[in-house]
Structure formats: structure tokens, C-alpha cells
């Protein structure tokens, strides 16, 4: 019994050990441009999105960040004209081949720190992060716990709305309330009154586009009332309760262990080689004036491998923690 008591302690981080690793990792998601570290880096990422079971997420992510990304890739080039290679689209227009790479890059890097806050909630839960900020912090700890459950929850409440407009079989989107109803035949009459519009208005194309439009106006209408009411309600209760009055204590508590020993040192010295990799140009790519980067430079150094061993300890903590329990 006490053998796997210890190998389970194995498998165990301290919270504020968790915090300071996922800190360091988007810190580097912004600072690293080297497009070989950031396929690196978004490979391991996914392996460990992979091993924490969040993959399902990873649709909903890839749906916002498509043409988020998409959009950043085509800005870029139009309002940056920095750049050495230019491909002319006309006859006095051009983009350059840095503002592309340097959008692409950049959407890249914003896709990691994506799949990093992923993967930190479910590495750390927020009670986790209330016991570890409350007690200096108690308003700023609040206001990061609410922050980052805002968006999961607000897609689960979405979710949850939508069945139930599903089993009231059409009931959110053709019972309206009478003032959006006359506000809506103002707007098709308005609509109406020129011949161009009105036939837009009468094609079975544009009468969709608007259904569902007003679908998913009235689902995000009830969904953000719904979470402020319920963020009222909480901010009452926790007042009630006397929250920030006296000293905070938490029924959790967490010891730092040898792993998380090895681990603080793992860190340390990684990170170490990475800033000094850093610092003398690694990991980098200079895209303005002119783009400095060739497939055939590959980055087999010690700071490219350091890089990699620091993004490894979570998903080794994830294999180790499969191979217990099976």
C-alpha cells in the first residue's frame, strides 16, 4: 500500500510550481519567433491536450481560431509595408513576404497561448488558485478565477441553451416578445423599399441568414444575462459571507515534495540555456527588413534540445499517470 502511495506522489505538482511553469511557457510563446521552436512547441502542446483528455476542445478552439488567424494572415500584409521581397498585386500595390511570414508567425504563437490556457485548467483548478493567491491577493485572485472560467463556462452555458431551444421545438426563435417583433417588421418594411433589396429579402438565402441571425442573437442575449445574473447573485453571497474581511483559509493544503524539487530544477536549469540561447540570437528569426530564415538550418543545438526538455515533464507526469492506473 505504501509503495503506491509513493508512486502516486510521483505523479502529484504543487499548484504555485504548476503556475510558474505554465507562466514561463507563454512567456516564451511570445517571445520565441524561430518557426522551428513553434512547430515544436504546438506538436508537444497537443501531445499533452492529447494525454489530459481535452481533445474534444480542441474542435472548439480550431473554430474561433481559424478565422481569427486567417484574418491576422491577410491584415498583416495590407497594412505593413516593411519588407524587402514584394509581390506586386497591382499595379502600385504590393505585400512582402516578411508581413506574411511575421503573420503567420504570429498567428502560430497565438494558437500556443490558446492550447497553454487549455491546458492549464485542467491542470489547475481554481480552488487550486484561490489557495494559492487568496491570501495576498484576495480581489486579484478572484478576478483572474473568474477570468479564466468565463470562457468554458459561457460556451457550456451556450450549449446548454441551445438543447433546450431544440426541445422547446422552434420556441426561442418565432416566440418574440412584442416590441422585437414590431422593431422586426419596422426593419423588413425598411428592407423592402427599394427593388435591389427587396430581392435580396425575398431569396430563401437571406430569409436563412436572418433566421438564424436572430437565433443566435436571442441564445447569446439569454446566455449573458443568465451569467450576470448568476455573477450578481455570487458577488451577494460571497459579501454575505464576509469575503476579503479577515484572513482567508482554505481546506486544501499542499506540501512541496522531492517532485516538486526536481522539477523547480528542471526549470531553472532549462530555462537558464533557453534565455542564454536567447539572448545570443537562438530561437529567434529577424523578419524585417528582410526575411533571415532557410528550411535547411536546423536548429540542433543545446538550446533547441533544453527547449525541449523543458516542454516534456508534464507529459512524462501524463504517460507515468496512465501507466498507474492501467
Do not use: C
Amino acid at each position: 500500500m505504501l509503495k503506491g502511495t509513493i508512486k502516486m506522489e510521483l505523479t502529484r505538482i504543487h499548484p504555485a510550481v504548476y503556475i510558474l511553469y505554465y507562466f514561463i511557457m507563454i512567456v516564451l510563446a511570445f517571445i520565441l519567433r524561430d518557426p522551428y521552436f513553434l512547430l515544436s512547441f504546438l506538436i508537444l502542446i497537443l501531445v499533452l491536450i492529447s494525454l489530459q483528455g481535452i481533445s474534444s476542445e480542441l474542435k472548439q478552439i480550431m473554430k474561433l481560431f481559424l478565422p481569427l488567424s486567417i484574418l491576422i494572415i491577410i491584415i498583416n500584409p495590407l497594412i505593413q509595408k516593411k519588407g524587402v521581397h514584394r509581390i506586386y498585386l497591382m499595379k502600385n500595390f504590393f505585400i512582402t513576404y516578411e508581413a506574411i511570414a511575421f503573420g503567420i508567425l504570429t498567428s502560430l504563437a497565438l494558437l500556443i497561448v490558446i492550447l497553454i490556457f487549455s491546458s492549464y485548467n485542467k491542470s489547475v483548478t481554481y480552488q487550486e488558485m484561490l489557495y494559492i493567491f487568496s491570501k495576498k491577493l484576495p480581489i486579484i485572485s478572484m478576478i483572474i478565477v473568474m477570468s479564466l472560467r468565463f470562457i468554458p463556462l459561457i460556451n457550456s452555458r451556450v450549449g446548454e441553451v441551445k438543447k433546450l431551444n431544440h426541445l422547446k421545438a422552434n420556441g426561442i426563435e418565432t416566440k418574440l416578445d412584442n416590441n422585437n417583433q414590431d422593431k422586426l417588421e419596422e426593419f423588413d418594411t425598411n428592407i423592402s423599399d427599394t427593388k435591389f433589396l427587396k430581392k435580396i429579402n425575398s431569396s430563401k438565402k437571406f430569409q436563412s441568414i436572418i433566421k438564424e441571425a436572430k437565433i443566435i442573437g436571442k441564445i447569446m442575449g439569454i446566455t449573458v444575462s443568465w451569467s450576470l445574473e448568476e455573477s450578481m447573485f455570487t458577488a451577494k453571497s460571497m459579501k454575505a459571507r464576509g469575503y476579503k474581511s479577515y484572513k482567508r483559509t482554505s481546506y486544501l493544503s499542499y506540501d512541496i515534495s522531492l517532485t516538486d524539487i526536481i522539477f523547480l530544477v528542471l526549470i531553472f536549469i532549462t530555462v537558464s540555456i533557453i534565455v542564454l540561447g536567447i539572448i545570443q540570437g537562438y530561437g529567434l528569426t529577424d523578419i524585417y527588413p528582410s526575411l533571415d530564415f532557410a528550411l535547411s538550418d536546423l536548429p540542433l543545438n543545446i538550446y533547441y534540445f533544453a527547449f525541449i526538455i523543458f516542454l516534456l515533464p508534464l507529459i512524462y507526469l501524463e504517460i507515468r499517470e496512465r501507466m498507474l492506473w492501467h
